[in-house]
Nanobody, 124 residues
């Protein structure tokens, strides 16, 4: 079992920055690829970014490329999502997820463990 706890969400103005974190406990964190998903009201949950267990391979949703950066610190059992140039359409609940697979995956079905989510609201 892996437990995931997100933190760092909040309210930010358009163009602002925010970093959200996800701390893992339980099984060895470094063995898991990690992903950040988001879900806005009335919309499907979508992958935002993902990172391999090594941190070398990453994936980004096209609409966040160049604005968001995913990273991980295996010594701290933590994955981060640095978000910059935020837009109102980035408003959503952001979820951290852990996959038992090595390389980053884009489907929610490939992730076995999920955090409770953290709200990110971007005001216009």
């Amino acid at each position: 079992q892996v437990q995931l706890v997100e933190s760092g969400g909040g309210l930010v103005q358009t163009g602002g920055s925010l970093r959200i974190s996800c701390e893992a406990s339980g099984r060895t964190f470094s063995h898991y690829a990690m992903g950040w998903f988001r879900q806005a009201p009335g919309k499907e949950r979508e992958i935002v970014a993902a990172i391999a267990w090594s941190g070398v391979i990453t994936y980004y949703l096209d609409s966040v490329k160049g604005r968001f950066t995913i990273s991980r610190d295996n010594a701290k059992n933590t994955v981060y999502l640095q978000m910059s140039s935020l837009k109102p359409e980035d408003t959503a609940v952001y979820y951290c997820a852990a996959s038992g697979l090595i390389t980053p995956k884009t489907s929610a079905a490939d992730y076995a463990y999920w955090g409770q989510g953290t709200q990110v609201t971007v005001s216009s």
